[in-house]
């Protein structure tokens, strides 16, 4: 038997159907099968794995039962740091880096008894909406190789869809969790900033990031959110209060749940009419099932994306003139210390990190910086009394989480702009610090997954899985990726 999900695989490691090993084995042989047309992992931590599972299983037949990811192996982005393991976000200027700590998440993980598997491919430093600006090659989409998987999260995306792992983590600043879900086929949750801790996780714009879960299922997301979730003092950001868990409303329904529809979210206006038509399937279930629908109207995130591109550069900027060939990764010799800065930089960082850390660094210059940055945080602040006016009538806002299924590798790859409003519906969530989940509903014409978007006001993660789980109950869209054995994955790629 072949397991894809979390809650599954846990309940037959209790019921003795298999082992951790088992489990382990059954990873590691799909990922034989399918990495080569994939690539989703940069590092595949196979004797790690191995001998973890062992230890698992030895635990769990002693009696030391450390909960429901215990023995389950998950694949982690690698802009999460993990102890000797190699962490490179995706970039030359980190290749050969193995940090002496793991990031607060990965060690909750660990706590909580996962296993990881390995390092999962990503945009540089996070920086992409296609997970084709890693350094180290694209990862392709498990449901048509020649397609994108999304971005920056990827990886992850596409090794929890081809079942090379039960479940993954991302890390989400502009719907880099979200977007990859949607166009993988998978669930994919973007937490409230703070409710997940940022230590060791690799910064990109530090107001903007937040780790989370991607899985088959809306439940095995929630698992996996609760195991790392929680106030971290090693990070000034996180909420140090109680959350309430966010699998303890499932199976609540959507009965007297008020909806709000922010069909044009971001100002989009180009969304594709597969996604337009299973968006209303989507809503006319919802109704169906009791919640009450009504269109809302954000008009201060038209100017979101905008706002974004000036934010999180002006942050990435900040963030990454750390990487100086001096303390860590990527050094190339020069004749004066400035000289080898630069020249390591300028070897080390990729087109579109070069682009963005130059547009931060304009923004955040003398004369500039209140007409740039600070006008964008006063957009930001408009954004955030839109949402708060928009929740004062509904209990969760829907919209779809991608304008677009997944398009071909190699087609926004010259235009920037076009790549930038892949992600026009999840940027308003992360400008507001609220939490946002991608459930799939669908196929277009093409065979291609549909994501459906949930987003919920701050800290109220346990009423965005409720809502969630119906709208995956509804839809009954089955994650399985079509793959022939002697054939492979659907695509041109072999």
């Known amino acids: 038997m072949t397991f894809t999900t979390i809650a599954g695989a846990a309940r037959a490691l209790r019921n003795g159907s298999i082992t951790s090993v088992g489990l382990a084995e059954q990873v590691l042989a799909r990922t034989s099968m399918v990495e080569a047309q994939l690539h989703a992992y940069l590092t595949l931590d196979t004797d790690g794995l191995l001998e973890a599972a062992a230890g698992a299983d030895e635990e769990l037949a002693a009696g030391r039962d450390r909960g429901p990811l215990h023995?389950?192996?998950?694949?982690v982005k690698d802009n999460m740091t993990t102890r000797q393991m190699e962490?490179?976000?995706?970039?030359?200027?980190?290749?050969?880096?193995?940090?002496?700590?793991?990031?607060?998440?990965?060690?909750?993980?660990?706590?909580?008894?996962?296993l990881i598997a390995g390092k999962t491919n990503l945009d540089e430093f996070a920086m992409g909406s296609s997970t084709e600006n890693s350094a180290f090659g694209p990862t392709r989409n498990p449901w048509n190789t020649d397609r994108v998987p999304g971005g920056s999260s990827g990886g992850s995306a596409a090794a929890v869809a081809a079942g090379m792992a039960l479940g993954g983590l991302g890390s989400d600043t502009g719907g880099s969790i979200r977007q990859p879900a949607s166009l993988c086929g998978v669930v994919g949750a973007k937490p409230t900033y703070g409710a997940v801790s940022r230590y060791g996780l690799i910064a990109f714009a530090s107001s903007?990031?937040?780790?989370?879960?991607?899985?088959?299922?809306?439940?095995?997301?929630?698992?996996?959110?609760?195991?790392?979730?929680?106030?971290?003092?090693?990070?000034?950001?996180?909420?140090?209060?109680?959350?309430?868990?966010?699998?303890?409303?499932?199976?609540?329904?959507?009965?007297?749940?008020?909806?709000?529809?922010?069909?044009?979210?971001?100002?989009?206006?180009?969304?594709?009419?597969?996604?337009?038509?299973?968006?209303?399937?989507?809503?006319?279930?919802?109704?169906?099932?009791?919640?009450?629908?009504?269109?809302?109207?954000?008009?201060?995130?038209?100017?979101?994306?905008?706002?974004?591109?000036?934010?999180?550069?002006?942050?990435?900027?900040?963030?990454?003139?750390?990487?100086?060939?001096?303390?860590?990764?990527?050094?190339v010799d020069g004749a004066t210390t400035e000289q080898m800065m630069s020249r390591s930089r300028a070897d080390g960082f990729g087109p579109e990190v070069t682009r963005r850390v130059l547009l931060g660094t304009f923004a955040l210059s003398a004369g500039y910086h209140e007409a740039f940055y600070g006008q964008a945080q006063k957009v930001r602040t408009l954004i955030r009394?839109?949402?708060?006016?928009?929740?004062?009538?509904?209990?969760?806002?829907?919209?779809?989480?991608?304008?677009?299924?997944?398009?071909?590798?190699?087609?926004?790859?010259?235009?920037?702009?076009?790549?930038?409003?892949?992600?026009?519906?999840?940027?308003?969530?992360?400008?507001?610090?609220?939490?946002?989940?991608?459930?799939?509903?669908?196929?277009?014409?093409?065979?291609?997954?549909?994501?459906?978007?949930?987003?919920?006001?701050?800290?109220?993660?346990?009423?965005?899985?409720?809502?969630?789980?119906?709208?995956?109950?509804?839809?009954?869209f089955d994650t399985t990726v079509p793959f022939d054995p002697s054939y492979g994955l659907r695509g041109g790629v072999r």
């Open 208 to 331: 903007l990031d937040q780790i989370g879960p991607i899985a088959h299922r809306v439940e095995d997301a929630a698992l996996l959110l609760d195991a790392i979730s929680g106030h971290d003092p090693l990070d000034s950001t996180s909420y140090p209060g109680g959350i309430e868990p966010s699998g303890a409303r499932l199976g609540g329904g959507l009965d007297g749940v008020r909806v709000g529809v922010a069909r044009r979210l971001g100002g989009a206006d180009a969304v594709e009419p597969d996604v337009e038509a299973a968006f209303d399937r989507a809503l006319a279930a919802m109704e169906g099932a009791g919640a009450v629908t009504l269109e809302v109207d954000l008009p201060s995130t038209e100017q979101g994306l905008s706002a974004y591109y000036l934010i999180a550069p002006a942050e990435c900027s900040a963030n990454l003139a750390r990487f100086d060939g001096v303390r860590y990764g990527l050094r």
């Open 71 to 75: 023995g389950i192996p998950i694949a």
């Open 385 to 476: 009394e839109d949402f708060a006016r928009a929740y004062r009538q509904c209990d969760v806002l829907v919209s779809p989480t991608s304008a677009t299924t997944a398009f071909p590798l190699g087609d926004r790859t010259e235009d920037p702009l076009s790549m930038y409003v892949s992600d026009v519906f999840t940027i308003p969530s992360n400008l507001a610090g609220h939490p946002a989940i991608s459930v799939p509903v669908g196929l277009d014409r093409h065979d291609l997954p549909i994501g459906f978007q949930v987003m919920a006001p701050a800290l109220e993660e346990a009423v965005m899985f409720q809502v969630a789980a119906a709208v995956e109950s509804l839809a009954g």
């Open 87 to 114: 962490t490179t976000a995706g970039s030359r200027i980190l290749a050969g880096y193995i940090p002496p700590y793991d990031a607060t998440a990965i060690r909750r993980l660990r706590d909580a008894g996962a």
